[in-house]
């Protein structure tokens, strides 16, 4: 092959779209890994493993040690490449396990999340929020028990982003449930979910993170999370204002008795009625300083006693209803 056609070889390999890279960090936590799999040289997808033979941790470790940080996944041609992940989640599962794209897609959101706590340029993240929101209704709805993959995938430490991320999605999930089909909705639903907690990056982190009980002083100053929030998402162009009422009532309750403006549930919007009850949950399913964890099955439990004209039970029974149905087998 002469020295040019072997150059346009290569460029056609390079910009061939239809290999998507898939993070080897980011995968450690699902294999093994079933999957034709290649690897990248000087431009050229060789194939590396096939489906035929488990892609497993130990495979993993050695290829990061010789300085590996990614095998490529064969997609179809012509998929768009803005986010890698894009193409990844809109891959079918016989080729990619549904697993496998709920940790990137968890992944992902983690980074965005981070990137909105941050809070410094807020107007830029935005739009990458919305990236996130619609990659979570791609992998919605290419996956097969695609919710399940995900909960699989969550962790429960509370840190500000994880919260943030499980709140997102099960919000979405919640959303699904209860019939929202049209994407728009699930989009603004979703970035007020993700965003929910953006006040709290106003909160000095000895506050956000004190393992004992909070003095009055310093749970006044928690309390105006939600307020704080929606002056900072206020500032940005293009937010809905549904998304600027759920950051500020996420913590309002049906009887008045949330906070910080103690309004009623009639007052408080559908999807603010939503992110509560979500909220909730996810604080109770994750790890606290001072208490483990509950199960689900406990927090659901604790939840419907304590939260009797606080939450609304509608919403409630949509998030049992979303949590049973993973737990029952399919039936054709
Ligand atoms: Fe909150």
Known sequence: MDGLSLIKEREEAMTDYS???????GIRAVLPLMCDLYIEEGGRYILYRSTSLPFTALDCER???AGVTCLWIRGAGGMSTQHPAT???????????????????YDSAMETVRQAASNTALQAVIPRVADLVGLTLRYLTHSSNAFGALLTVMRHDYSVY???VNVGFYAVGVGKAIGITDNRELAVLGMGAFLHDVGKSN????????????????????????????????????????????????????????????????????????????DSFDAMTSERPYRPAHSPYNALKILKGESTGKLDPKLFAALVRLLRNLSEPATS
């Open 203 to 278: 909160v000095p982190n000895n506050v956000l993170s004190k393992p004992g009980a909070l003095s009055v002083d310093e749970w006044a100053t928690i309390r105006k999370h939600p307020s704080w929030g929606r002056a900072t998402l206020s500032g940005a162009v293009d937010i809905s204002p549904v998304v600027l009422d759920i950051v500020s009532q996420h913590h309002e309750r049906l009887d008045g008795s949330g906070y910080p403006a103690g309004i009623k549930g009639d007052s408080m919007h559908l999807y603010a009625k939503l992110v509560a009850v979500v």
């Open 19 to 25: 290999y998507v890279p898939l993070e080897l960090e």
């Open 162 to 164: 994880t919260h943030a």
């Open 63 to 65: 290829l990061m040690a």
């Open 87 to 105: 193409a990844l989640l809109s891959l079918p599962d016989e080729q990619v396990p549904p697993m496998v794209k709920a940790k990137v897609l």
